[in-house]
């Protein structure tokens, strides 16, 4: 069973920066597509940017790119999203999700993940 807890999370003023932090246990030697998700109440969950563990594949939302940029550190077992040049509208839960993946390519639909952590705050004040 594969866990993940995110942490790094808090308060920024814009243009600010933060990097969220993703520990995952209980991996088997398999490859998985990891991503980072967002959520704002009343709203759905977005896909904020995913990684193919096996190299090879990121991705990002339009809203993020060329701001945040995710990262891996396989020995450790840790996946990060450095956040750069924040604005009040990426304030939200940020959720670290995985899911097995054979290929080199991560779907951006939350439905395909199956393993989620607890979610950590980010808010961004103008």
């Known amino acids: 069973q594969v866990q993940l807890v995110e942490s790094g999370g808090g308060s920024v003023q814009a243009g600010g920066s933060l990097r969220l932090s993703c520990g995952a246990s209980?991996?088997?030697?398999?490859?998985?597509?990891m991503g980072w998700f967002r959520q704002v109440p009343g709203k759905e969950r977005e896909g904020v940017a995913r990684?193919?563990?096996?190299?090879?594949?990121?991705a990002y939302a339009n809203s993020v790119k060329g701001r945040f940029t995710i990262s891996q550190d396989k020995a450790d077992n840790m996946l990060y999203l450095q956040m750069n040049s924040l604005k009040p509208e990426d304030t939200a839960m940020y959720y670290c999700?995985?899911?097995?993946?054979?290929?080199?390519?991560?779907?951006?639909?939350?439905?395909?993940?199956?393993?989620w952590g607890q979610g950590t705050q980010v808010t961004v004040s103008s």
């Open positions: 990684i193919y563990t096996g190299g090879g594949f990121t």
């Open positions: 209980g991996y088997t030697y398999r490859n998985y597509c």
């Open positions: 999700a995985a899911y097995e993946r054979g290929v080199a390519y991560c779907s951006g639909d939350s439905s395909s993940y199956n393993y």
